[in-house]
Each structure stands twice: as C-alpha cells, then as structure tokens.
C-alpha cells in the first residue's frame, strides 16, 4: 500500500512507501493512478531516477508525447537530453547556461504565464511529470491552480454561459508575449505548430468533475472579438489562481511531481538567471482532441 499524504485538500497529495525506479506492480499502480484522478497534482519525495526509469513510469499513464522543442525552437544537435523530455532547464547542451536571446530562455520565460501543457496540440498533454536534478536555492517555485475547483465556484448561470464555448490556442502567443520577435518565426516553423480549437470547459473522464481549460496560450474564444476574448480569458484565469485554488511547490533536488494537464494550470516563478536550474518533464499525450477533428466554427 502507498501512503497518500493530502497536502491540499482534494488537489494535491504527496505519496509515500513507494520507489518510482522500479516497475511498480499493477495493483500499486492502481493506487496511484486512482490517487492522481482524485487530486490533479501528485508530490514524490526523494527520487532519484534515470532517464529511462522516469520514461517507464510515466507511459504507464499513456503514450508518451515527444518535445516540440527541436521542431520549433532548439534543433536536436543543441539538446541537452533526450526528445522523450521537455528540457526544463537554463543549460545549454554543454551544461552552460543559456544567454539572454537564445530560444531556450523564451520557452523558460512563457512558462512562467499560467497554462496548461501542449494544450497548443491538437491532442492535448493529459499529464506531465517532472523531476528535479539540479534546484535553485531561491524562487523557480512551480504555482499549480485547481480548474475543477475554480470552475465549481462559478455561479450556475455563468457556467452555462461558458460551458460551450472553444477557444483558440496558439504556440507561438506566449513566446511572442515575452518579447520573442515574432518576425524571426519563419514560415516553416510557424506552419509546423498552426493553432488549433479547444474546448474551454472540460470534463474529467475519471472523475467526473468539469473544468476551466484556459491557458496563456489562448489567441482568442471563437464567435469573439480579440478585446472581449482577452477580457474574458484573463478575468476567469484571474478567478482561476485566487489562493484558495493555488498550490505553489518548491523544489528539492529529486522530488518528481506530476500533474494532470486536463484539470490543472500552471507556471513557473522567476529565479536568478546566473544559478543553474535542471529538470526535465515527460509527457503523456491526452488519448484524442478535445473538439473533433472536422470542427469548424460556425457563426
Ligand atoms: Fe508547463
């Protein structure tokens, strides 16, 4: 049996009596995977895992998502790890920390906007889970926000009022929005990742529970002008993170934390650029799109 500490009540627990770098058999998984529907973000202490033992963990939840990363913003020769991670780090692929202008540093800055992973596919990330190599002695806190809470508190009318509406997410928004000149983005890489429809209001399928799906990545809500969009993605994300929906995590070298992407926000706070920061992030892939394929917006 694993132990499941709430840390959050009803959003985030830290589990216990488990050892993550070897094959968990089915029925302890089961607990885990029932832990991880129930509270949205899940807290490991203490584990040290390679590469491929934190893969194998994490493509028990699904199949694994590959970083965008060497598509769209750092070739695969320039890599600091493998592509099955998203590089959560300020070091280049020789352990230096990244300069002012490099491409690696405006994927670290949109982090710190509240989103939710890869919602910017398609097929959305369903869960993310990160380990933590190297920790800054202060700040570089992950923030975490309950959408299900959030969207809970909503009066019923407001919720009807939401409840169909798609919103539009785009990759390159949150990169152009901290300061990445979106005239650098040739038409290649632009085309490689275009903008896609997602649902705003999801419901969870283990669970139940619906939820807000907003993100920064958010261009604008269809059937909605760009100034109304914007007044109303940022007024529900504003509702979204109030503190009694927050969780902020600070790290520990080798605490892995995963969280599910359908029902969760969240962002990365600021560090001092010049202390070294290294973690990487597996991804799992949601198992389709949040609206079909053929969707179309009709006025
Ligand atoms: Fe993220």
């Known amino acids: 049996m694993i132990c499941v500490k709430p840390v959050k009540q009803e959003f985030v627990a830290e589990i216990g009596e488990i050892d993550l770098s070897r094959t968990l ?90 989103h939710t992973d890869s919602s910017f596919k398609r097929t959305p990330g369903k869960m993310s889970m990160l380990s933590a190599q190297v920790v800054v002695p202060e700040g570089g806190e992950t923030e975490f926000a309950d959408m299900r809470a959030a969207w809970e508190a909503l009066p019923a009318a407001r919720q009807e009022a939401l409840v169909n509406l798609v919103a539009e997410h785009d990759y390159f928004r949150s990169r152009v929005m901290v300061g990445l000149d979106p005239n650098s983005i040739s038409p290649e890489r632009r085309a490689s990742r275009p903008a896609v429809p997602q649902v705003l209001v999801r419901q969870h399928p283990a669970s139940g529970r619906k939820s807000l799906y907003l993100a920064s990545h958010i261009t604008h809500i269809y059937g909605m002008d760009i100034a109304e969009s914007r007044r109303l993605v940022d007024e529900l994300t504003a509702h979204a993170t109030q503190p009694q929906f927050v969780y902020t995590h600070r790290w520990a070298i080798d605490d892995v934390v995963m969280w599910d992407n359908r029902c969760t926000m969240h962002r990365g706070r600021p560090h001092d650029e010049t202390q070294p920061r290294a973690m990487r992030r597996a991804t799992v892939k949601d198992v389709g799109p949040t609206v079909p394929e053929n969707w179309h917006y009709a006025a």
């Open 25 to 114: 058999p089915d029925d302890i998984f089961a607990e885990v995977e029932q832990a991880f529907n129930r509270y949205a973000v899940l807290i490991f202490r203490n584990q040290p895992l390679t590469e491929d033992q934190q893969i194998a963990f994490a493509i028990r939840f699904g199949e694994l998502e590959i970083s965008v990363q060497p598509f769209v913003s750092v070739p695969a020769s320039k890599r600091r790890i493998s592509t099955n991670f998203s590089d959560i780090s300020n070091l280049d692929e020789n352990g230096q920390l990244v300069s002012q202008t490099d491409n690696r540093r405006f994927i670290n800055l949109a982090n710190q906007f509240w």
